[in-house]
């Protein structure tokens, strides 16, 4: 599970990007994503109380003030921040902006969890950042578009800030619990921000249902059920490196699915995070303070 979980992370992730691509264009961004939190919120938490084995309600009572916190940075702060950033810059800005979150993490959770990164890996962080930075290219006229570079920005420290803060306070509870409170307080966070600002504008065409249906269950599901487990068995910054490889592998499946064009500097770029990758989990066992 532990080598098998990072693969599947990475595919459900990248698919992520293909699925806004192709339907969420329909519904009005955050309340898309309160409908999707929503619907994964009303699922897991019924099914955290049939699932005895794998829930604990006892450390999740204790803990959802952290639980709740960690859901909304995770979730719902860092989607709608970077939803807002995407009205002023690309996709592939933002993919550039948030290949700073494994180098920010692994910064941070020095002072934060008492990481330590070997040489090697630090190496590895950059030549992961440089290869996204390949894959999404450098566009100056997006980072001049200063308000969407402060929201992808963000973005990324809201993602940064949730990973640490469950990786400091919550990993003690269950994986089922936790995702189903967090995607709880997400819901009611966004579902705040889209009465206080948003004009709710909704198409049910097909690809948006389709969209719905892979975000709800393949990302906020699966694929955030995942990075909790990763970031409850292992170490934040070694977890968040494997974001270095979802610009690239996105440009794959963009290239099989909506017969986007694969260029050669996605290529190289790719090959580059997936040796930046390799460096960081090469360094072997963290030493801690």
């Not at 990164?117 to 950042?129: D, H, P």
Request: glycine content about 10%; some cysteine; hydrophobic content about 55%.
């Amino acid at each position: 599970m532990n080598v098998l979980a990072p693969l599947l992370f990475v595919f459900l992730w990248s698919g992520a990007f293909i699925a806004v691509r192709a339907g969420v264009q329909d519904v009005s961004p955050i309340t898309f994503l309160a409908s999707r939190f929503t619907l994964a919120a009303l699922i897991l938490l019924p099914a955290s109380f049939m699932l005895k084995p794998l829930s604990d309600w006892s450390e999740a009572r204790r803990l959802w003030p952290h639980l709740a916190i960690s859901g909304i940075l995770l979730n719902g702060a860092y989607l709608s921040a970077a939803h807002w950033a995407m009205v002023d810059i690309s996709a592939a800005s933002m993919a550039l902006i948030g290949s700073l979150q494994p180098l920010l993490t692994a910064f941070l959770s020095g002072p934060v969890l008492g990481d330590r990164f070997r040489l090697l890996q630090w190496a590895g962080f950059l030549i992961g950042t440089a290869g996204v930075a390949i894959v999404a290219g450098i566009n100056i006229v997006d980072l001049g578009h200063t308000r969407g570079v402060i929201w992808g920005v963000l973005s990324c420290f809201s993602f940064v800030a949730g990973t640490l803060f469950y990786a400091r306070y919550c990993k003690t509870a269950s994986l089922v619990t936790t995702n189903g409170v967090q995607l709880a307080a997400a819901a009611l966070f966004c579902w705040a921000v889209v009465l206080v600002f948003e004009d709710i504008t909704i198409s049910l065409t097909q690809p948006a249902l389709w969209s719905f249906v892979y975000l709800t269950f393949g990302v906020s599901l699966g694929g955030m059920g995942l990075y909790l487990y990763m970031l409850k068995t292992g170490t934040a910054g070694k977890v968040t490196a494997n974001f270095y490889i979802t610009p690239g592998l996105t440009a794959v499946l963009g290239w099989l699915i909506l017969d986007e064009t694969l260029s050669q500097n996605a290529l190289i770029g790719f090959s580059l995070a997936m040796i930046g990758l390799w460096m960081v989990h090469r360094g072997g066992n963290l030493n801690r303070s």
